[in-house]
């Protein structure tokens, strides 16, 4: 039977490097649980991009850089994403990708919704004009 080591754990030093933390109760009087935010943006009202420093190593693996950094999309449409990086640096330039992405996302649908509907190309969804085998919430939870 193969042993597995626990999770590995990291303190985010103040120059933004990484140090494992070989003691669980050494990591949680350090760290304390408290989240360390590497930044923050809301890209419109309902979208909003955080990147945080987890502290304990993601990549669930005993050898390469740990993944220690994530950075999460939160929406209220849905569609929420999750991507985890190795280093500072990574998650810094991770985060301001992934808001430049959904900052255009956003201004693509505020265009498309000021457009009017007569001049909305559907021709990659054919328009639904017959409704009569139409079912009402199928998979509703009771």
């Given at each position: 039977?193969?042993?597995?080591?626990?999770?590995?754990?990291?303190?985010?030093?103040?120059?933004?490097?990484?140090?494992?933390?070989?003691?669980?109760?050494?990591?949680?009087?350090?760290?304390?649980?408290?989240?360390?935010?590497?930044?923050?943006?809301?890209?419109?009202?309902?979208?909003?991009?955080?990147?945080?420093?987890?502290?304990?190593?993601?990549?669930?693996?005993?050898?390469?850089?740990?993944?220690?950094?994530?950075?999460?999309?939160?929406?209220?449409?849905?569609?929420?994403?999750?991507?985890?990086?190795?280093?500072?640096?990574?998650?810094?330039?991770?985060?301001?990708?992934?808001?430049?992405?959904?900052?255009?996302?956003?201004?693509?649908?505020?265009a498309l919704r000021d457009l009017?509907?007569?001049?909305?190309?559907?021709?990659?969804?054919?328009?639904?004009?017959?409704?009569?085998?139409?079912?009402?919430?199928?998979?509703?939870?009771?």
């Open positions: 039977m193969i042993e597995r080591a626990g999770p590995r754990m990291y303190r985010l030093l103040d120059d933004h490097s990484i140090e494992l933390v070989e003691d669980f109760e050494k990591w949680v009087r350090q760290e304390g649980g408290a989240i360390r935010r590497v930044a923050f943006d809301e890209v419109s009202p309902g979208v909003a991009v955080s990147t945080i420093f987890l502290g304990i190593d993601h990549s669930f693996r005993d050898r390469g850089a740990p993944l220690i950094f994530e950075t999460m999309v939160f929406t209220d449409y849905g569609g929420d994403e999750q991507l985890r990086w190795r280093t500072w640096s990574e998650a810094m330039a991770g985060h301001d990708l992934t808001v430049a992405r959904h900052r255009k996302i956003v201004d693509e649908l505020q009017p509907d007569d001049q909305i190309d559907t021709s990659d969804i054919p328009e639904v004009t017959d409704w009569s085998k139409a079912t009402r919430g199928p998979f509703k939870r009771k």
